[in-house]
Every structure is written in structure tokens, then in C-alpha cells.
């Protein structure tokens, strides 16, 4: 008999003694000692699974890591497109001497801090910190929990061409589809050209009517003031004011306020 009970491993000899109870906590712990393979950031407590196994009664059981959370917000930073940009521009590196600087700002954050589906429009000179507080508001839109998408309006405007002409009618459908319905979208340097083409107006309306209809939270910002955009299209001014209320902006254009050229 002693010969035979030397030939058992010794854990697996352990094993037999324990309880039923210990055994569940053994292959609980095995559990969450395997790793997994999601990689935004690194869980000590889930080893980057995303779920703990626990221990529920006589059963095991499984919950959602409190990293999740993180890994979703990390998710959303990355499909946003404003990862890099929201760097630099926050509302706190926002220097607001003079008082249309504070007007800006105030705007901004209040716009930011609401639970609205308004838009906001901010439009006028150069360098006057458009991109820098639409970049912050959208952010801090983000981190309380709505999806974002960040888009320079010529970027949009040249792939969406580029796939009309080259690419299937379905493609095409998908990238305007993007901006259609993103919960919350944000249209950098919109219609900026001297002359905007018609083609370009007309996709501006499809994506923007649709928004428009759908209450859909908008905020864009352009080197052209509200009034100039009216000189190009009457439809969308009227509805991109209609719809920013209180949440619209106009710079004059004055050098002074170009903060790249030291102003401001
Ligand atoms: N009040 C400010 N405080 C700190 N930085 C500012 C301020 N205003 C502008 N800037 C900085 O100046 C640069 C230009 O600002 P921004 O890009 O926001 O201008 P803009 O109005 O969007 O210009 P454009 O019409 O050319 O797109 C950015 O680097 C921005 O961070
Ligand atoms: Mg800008
Ligand atoms: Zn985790």
C-alpha cells in the first residue's frame, strides 16, 4: 500500500484532501491565473481577460473587471480620432485674458458640462482657439460616457470624393453613414475653402440635414463666421443656428486675435 501511495504526485495527493469547498477555490484561482490577450492596458486583478471568475456557492461565476470600464473609455479615445489633439488643447491650458476669451471659454464648457442636443458653432478668425476649446469640449463630452467622432471637415470631404468616384456606391454609403450617426460629432475647419464646390455643399446637407432631423449633438467649427457660411448655403446656416442657440460663437476677423501670431 505504501508503495502505490508514493506513486501519486504529491498535489494531486493534496487535492484528494481537501474539501470540496478548497477544490472550487483551486480551479477559481486557476481560472484567473490564465492570461488574456486584451492589451490596452495592463490588469493586475483579471490578467487581462476583462472577466474574474469568482466563487458563487457551490458553482463558479463571472463578472466584469472593473478595467473594463477603463478599456472602453481607452476605446472610445482611440476611435475618436481626437487622441492626440485633446493633448494639447484642454479647457485648463486655455488662456483667457481677454473678454472674448472668456466669452469662449465660458461657452465652451458650459456647452460641454450640458445634457443637451444642441449644437455649438464656433466660426471666424484664424488662431483664435476654435479647435483648441471645440477639441476640449469634445473631450470632456467623451469622458462623460458619449461616443465622439472628430473629423477635419476637408479630410471627409476629399475621401468621400475619392470613394464616389473609385469606389462601390456601398462603400461610399458606409463613410457618410459614420458621420450621419455618431452619437456626438465634431466637424473641424467646415466648408473653409475661398469657394466651396457644390458637391461639397451637397455632402455638408446630407450629413448635416440628417443630424438636424435626428437631433443629433453637432459642434463645428470654421474659419468662417456664421454670416459667411450663409453666403454659401442658407439652408445649413439657418439650421446650424436654429440648432446652436446659445452655443454659437462668432470671432471677427482681426489679426490681433490670432493667438499663433501672438495674439490674443
Ligand atoms: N487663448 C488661448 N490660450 C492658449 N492657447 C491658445 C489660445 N488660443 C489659441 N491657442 C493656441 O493657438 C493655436 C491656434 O489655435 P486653434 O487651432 O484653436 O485656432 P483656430 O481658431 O481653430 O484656427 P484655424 O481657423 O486656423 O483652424 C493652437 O495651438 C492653440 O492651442
Ligand atoms: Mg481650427
Ligand atoms: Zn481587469
Known sequence: MEAIANLIPRSLAAEDNLTPAEKLQLQCDAENA???????????????KGV?????GDTLSTKECECMKQRRFISKIKTSGLESLSQRYKFRSFNAQKPYQKEMLTLAYEYAM???NEWMFMGGQCGSGKSHLCV?????????????RY??????????????????ADERE?????LRNVEVLYIDDF??????????????SEILKYRYNKNLRTIISSEKTLDELYQITRGLAGRISEKSGKFLYNIDHDIK????????
Open 34 to 48: 490564465v492570461k488574456g490577450e486584451m492589451y490596452s492596458l495592463d490588469c493586475p486583478l483579471c490578467n487581462n
Open 52 to 56: 474574474i471568475t469568482y466563487v458563487d
Open 114 to 116: 450640458s445634457d443637451t
Open 136 to 148: 476640449a469640449a469634445a473631450m470632456k463630452i467623451l469622458k462623460r460616457g458619449k461616443a465622439v
Open 151 to 168: 473629423f477635419v471637415w476637408d479630410d471627409v470631404y476629399t475621401d468621400i470624393a475619392l470613394h464616389t468616384s473609385i469606389g462601390t
Open 174 to 178: 458606409e463613410m457618410v453613414e459614420a
Open 191 to 204: 466648408l473653409c475653402q475661398k469657394q466651396p464646390k457644390e458637391a461639397e455643399v451637397k455632402l455638408a
Open 257 to 264: 486675435k490670432d493667438y499663433r501670431l501672438g495674439g490674443g
